[in-house]
């Protein structure tokens, strides 16, 4: 053992006895080697898995906290055993498991420690449900009007964006050597800081760009853009390190928050299929058959982990989420397949070389075999069901059925305090990442130039640093002014000023480290382009962080600023609100948990078109109200038994899961059949003679029954002229009146035998 004290050495005395005077350490002081030996980023692979069950965050972290402290606390008790018996930590097992026996656990560990990288992709690919998938089944299966599946796609989304990260993490994690926790820890903020780099400028340039070029853009135009804006930011997002796969996802964030939205899906929709036929078709070209026959066992393993594992705890995340016990199931049950994430996952691992040639056709198999049994376990959900509250108790069942369904919290001091401290980190992450990267910018590009030019024009890069400097503090003053000032006017602040004087330090606390941090960029940039003594740097950070606070022209520049940005952000919103699209407020605090509003289009070919409302009498037959109907740019609150229905309009419906199901089961199947004999229908042009024997002779138009009778039109009456001419409905035909009549070729046939001509 080392002889200073407190310094951390490696255990040198190997199977030896310690003796009494060495025997100085503590089951404190292995937690740094346990540490160092069991961290690794397969844990975050376990964290995606539990947040993809529907958890909170603050769940996982308290279990996850829980799980360290015990194992960590199951360390220091098993070596207080080699410190009262003399043994080195190393042979410990010994006691356990004999001299011999200590060799398993041993070879179990050294494997363990090998391949991490082939467990992180492993399971990220496992633990990623597919939203295609399940809205598909979901579809086919008329159970889209259900309450759960809100929850479910939720889910879906929250994991296609876990997806997302962790392909970059593992990108930056298999480029390194051998990465470490700092490395792992780097990436992560920089994930973090380009996201929201992106996000915040996309969503502040992007929707500006598409209005300004709106009126010189059609349809094919803005699927070129569209795709183009894709491509550039797959691209960029390759230049700093990451997979283009997750700058598209990034632009394609910011394209669905535009007004434009609706018209780029459809754009693209044919775009996505083909690619979509593309990839699938290039995952099927990479499985070897015989690998799949070769390891049918793990596929096999696999498949019942997947599935009886997301039934199981997909179903316990659900209850922990506040879901009933059976919307709890039915969301769990969903969920037991692997998505269309895992090919992409599962490639990029194999063109990395993290995971190998027989590792891809399995996960690939293991995906097709779930994605055919997802139909089955959403149906297996209710018999499950079904069969579980038949043999719980009574009260296990009530408790279950009714978790989360207590009376709303009313607001508290600390409920302010937690919703104004997130408020003022949020604000000072987003205007302190823009203005990290106005900084970097500007001396990386515009500081070189300024320099240049400052040398030929003074002989010196004095001049330059200063002109830089300055525009680099007026590009982020509405920033930094921004996360200074707002929310120090906010209702939360307010209320907890004038609550209680206890309040007021903490809230002048808030208030200057924000203006230390703020200060703090402003020393960084005088720092890194002057010379002057660190009390001068301090004082002309401060005179600045002053004048920008007292700068009303700085003032309305910020507001501008965030109000654009805030528009640009809510401008989907906003239109729905004004077509009428937007869901009420009341659709979330519906007193029964079993009804909910759903929204149903009448199809095309309905037979309810045209009916009224009183005439189908929707709360007879299926138990459901309508509550609105949107209609184009027309909203219908609360229609009365008159108002009638037309082909493509929107019900807003209430009623609960199976009322719902059966009302859209109705609307989809009670539409006109399809006409076996379309082929006949095609209508022809016929010219007919009144002659002395015609049945039309001294009749007049309305009379002749030409369009009630024999479903003929008239075009018109050909008296030898260039045009036709048109008759009234009270034009008496006369002998040799030429006329021109259409029809379908039977009915034709009909009026020429009835006028005598065939």
Known sequence: MSKDKGALTVEEQGIDTISEEERKGTPASLFWPWFAANISVFAMSYGAWALGFGISFWQATIMTTIGVVVSFLLVGVISIAGKRGNAPTMVLTRATFGVEGAKVPAALSWIATLGWEISLTTTAVLAMSSTTIIYKALSDMGLLQQGFVATVMSVC???????????????????????????????????????????????????????????????????????????????????????????????????????????????????????????????????????????????????????????????????????SLKNAMRCGFSMAQVGEFAFIIASLGLSLGVIGDFLYPVVVAVSVITTFLTPYMIRAAEPCYNLLTRHLPRQWSRRLEHIGTGAPATPSSGHLWKRLLRAMVVNTLIYGILSIAVIALMFSFALPFCRELSTELTGSHWAGNAVCGVATVLMIAPFLRAFMMKKNHSE????????????????????????????????????????????????????????????????????????????????????????????PLYEGRLLDREI?????????????????????????????????????????????????????????????DDQLTRFAQAMRTEVHDEDAEIEKREMRLQQIIVGPKSPFLDQTLRESGIRDRYNCMVVGLDEGEKNLTIITPNYRFALGDVLWIVGEEQNVKGLLEANGEE
Not at 225 to 231: I, P, Q, T
Not at 316 to 323: E, K, S
Not at 563 to 572: A, D, G, I, K, T
Not at 618 to 643: M, T
């Open 492 to 583: 939360e602040f307010k209320t907890l000023w004038t609550e209680r004087r206890t309040n007021r330090p903490p809230l002048v606390f808030t208030v200057l480290v924000r203006l230390a941090i703020a200060a703090a960029y402003i020393f960084y940039i005088a720092n890194y382009l002057t010379r002057f003594a660190d009390a001068l740097l301090i004082t002309i950070a401060f005179g600045t962080i002053v004048l920008m606070v007292l700068s009303r022209s700085l003032k309305k520049r910020s507001i501008r600023l965030e109000r654009l940005f805030v528009q640009n952000l809510r401008s989907r919103e906003i239109q729905a609100e004004a077509l009428g699209r937007k869901r």
């Open 596 to 656: 909910h509003m759903s929204l149903c289009e009448v199809p095309e070919d309905s037979l309810w078109a045209g009916k009224q409302l009183a005439e189908l009498d929707f709360r007879k037959h299926f138990g459901v109200n309508v509550s609105s109907i949107l209609r184009g740019r027309q909203r219908i609150n609360i229609p009365n038994g008159e108002v009638a229905l037309f082909p493509g309009d929107q019900l807003q419906v209430i009623g609960d």
């Open 157 to 323: 989304i929250l994991e296609d964006i876990l997806a997302i990260v962790m392909m970059v993490m593992l990108s930056a994690i298999a480029n390194g050597s051998s990465p470490n926790g700092g490395q792992l820890l780097g990436s992560v903020f920089k994930i973090g800081f380009f996201l929201v780099l992106w996000f915040v400028i996309g969503i502040f340039l992007i929707p500006l760009l598409l209005r300004k070029v709106r009126k010189l853009m059609n349809a094919e135009t803005l699927l070129i853009v569209a795709l183009g804006l894709c491509c550039l930011m797959a691209v960029i997002s390759t230049k700093v390190g990451f997979s283009s796969a997750f700058g598209a996802f990034v632009m394609g964030s910011i394209l669905a928050e535009t007004v434009e939205a609706d018209k780029i899906i459809r754009l693209v929709e044919p775009v996505k299929n083909l690619f979509g036929a593309i990839f699938f078709v290039s995952v099927g070209m990479l499985v070897d058959p015989l690998i799949i026959v070769d390891y049918a066992l793990p596929i096999l393993c696999l498949v019942l982990t997947i599935l009886a594992g997301q039934a199981l705890f997909g179903t316990m995340g659900y209850l922990l989420g506040g879901q």
